[in-house]
């Protein structure tokens, strides 16, 4: 049988190597179409590289009215990490680098964080015992509440493509957020790393543990971080 940290790494090395394969795959298809549209600027200039099929980038487009509409009323929990992710597999190898390598890091200096798992890949966890300080809420009608109350949103993804949509609703909503290297490629250009929002190595725990617990001992660079993020969104 293997540990918690040798089944995350088995995974990794797996679905790194199922993302290997479908890179290889990919442009054997790329002739058949007549315009290829991308949501993410590295990912144009990726497949531009490998066809003469023209590509276009077409951005996300954010709901400011609703993302911003229940966020008067709501009061920052300084002690609060969250991660909001559907039922894909790198969510769940993201939420899994979070409470078995990062959060033990951060509770030696923050002993009373919290970290929130919000959405359907909390359906990995049904009926399994997890560490005292980790709440899981399953799927859920409405992110927002648990989003803006938190004083930090994470998104550690080791593999990705693409805009991810949940980190820019993050940013235009006022967090303070941090991600991985693989994730800030995927942004929409504009952003900048340190002040925008903050980029840790891939798969370094101890450097996301340095982010975050540097985050939590600073509110005014929270919310500094926060306005940057929406300027960059808006």
């Known amino acids: 049988a293997l540990s918690g940290s040798d089944e995350d790494d088995f995974d990794r090395l797996y679905y790194a190597r199922l993302a290997e394969k479908d890179s290889a795959l990919e442009p054997t298809y790329y002739q058949d179409f007549s315009l290829i549209a991308c949501v993410s600027p590295a990912d144009a ?8 099929v023209p590509v276009v980038v077409s ?6 009215e609703w993302l911003n509409a229940s966020k008067e009323k709501a009061e920052i929990a300084n002690g609060q990490i969250v991660f909001i992710g559907s039922r894909h597999l790198t969510n769940h190898l993201a939420v899994e680098f979070m409470i078995n390598q990062v ?5 030696v200096r923050c002993p009373d ?12 966890y049904r009926g399994k015992q997890l560490p005292e300080y980790v709440t899981v809420t399953g799927k859920v009608k409405d992110v927002r509440p648990y989003q803006n109350v938190a004083a930090i949103a994470v998104s550690p993804l080791m593999l990705t493509s693409g805009s991810s949509t949940k980190v820019l609703e ?5 967090k303070a957020v941090v991600v991985s290297r693989q994730i800030a490629k995927g942004l929409p250009e504009g952003f900048i790393a340190g002040k925008t929002l903050l ?3 891939n798969d370094a725990p101890q450097t996301y543990a340095d982010i975050i617990v540097g985050l939590l001992q600073d509110e005014r660079r929270r919310q500094e971080l926060g ?3 929406q300027r960059y969104v808006y």
């Open 45 to 52: 200039s990726h497949i531009s590289s490998q066809t003469n």
């Open 59 to 64: 951005p996300i487009g954010i709901d400011m």
């Open 103 to 107: 959060m033990p890091l951060v509770r």
């Open 113 to 124: 964080i919290r970290f929130i798992v919000v959405g359907s890949v909390g359906e990995y």
């Open 170 to 174: 993050q940013l235009a909503a006022g």
């Open 199 to 201: 980029v840790a190595d």
């Open 227 to 229: 306005e940057e993020a």
